[in-house]
């Protein structure tokens, strides 16, 4: 059976732990979707097509890997996509609860799409997008924690705004 894998999320910005979860869907899926959700709630750090831009060059080099954006419902882009699997990363405990609701409300849309869940490496048990985006906005080292061009790019990032800052005053 040909099982394609849809790994959705934010990825603002992607770390070293989704990838380590990208790296491991590889030995079970002939072939993964990582979609990147277009979210004009949220404000991300990366607009969406730079996040594009920067999952397509750092997974560039797995060939069962493709990487979009998709809007509305997941299960709908799943199905679509005709993927059979819904994967998603758990790190702690404190995942449980809202990866809980997700599953069993995308099993009551979609019941015939499964979601499986993956543990990263120890290593990066701790690392969030969230934290590294806080840890490097105050000017700490994120080195390891993401692809070196994401560390370039929030470097970048958040030099520019303290300039701005700096300016302003
Ligand atoms: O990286 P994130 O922010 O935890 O990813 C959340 C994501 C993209 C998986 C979730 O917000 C999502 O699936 N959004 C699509 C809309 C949808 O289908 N909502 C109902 C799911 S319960």
Request: aromatic letters at 8%; a neutral charge; hydrophobic letters at 40%.
């Amino acid at each position: 059976m040909n099982l394609t894998a849809v790994y959705p999320g934010t990825f603002d910005p992607i770390t070293n732990g989704h990838l380590d979860i990208i790296s491991r869907g590889g030995t079970l899926f002939d072939r993964i979707i990582v979609a990147i959700l277009r979210n004009p709630e949220k404000d991300p750090l990366f607009p969406l097509e730079e996040r594009v831009d920067i999952l397509r060059s750092v997974v560039g080099k797995w060939p069962s890997v493709v990487v979009e954006a998709f809007d509305g419902l997941l299960v709908e882009y799943a199905r679509e996509r005709g993927a059979q699997v819904i994967v998603r990363g758990l790190r702690a405990l404190s995942d449980f609860e809202y990866e809980f609701q997700m599953t069993q409300m995308n099993q009551r849309l979609e019941p015939g799409i499964q979601t499986v869940f993956m543990m990263p490496s120890e290593t990066y048990s701790y690392v969030s997008s969230r934290l590294v985006k806080e840890v490097a906005r105050l000017g700490g080292d994120v080195t390891g924690l993401v692809p070196a061009e994401v560390a370039t790019r929030l470097k970048r990032r958040f030099a520019a705004a303290s300039g701005r800052r700096t300016e302003s005053r």
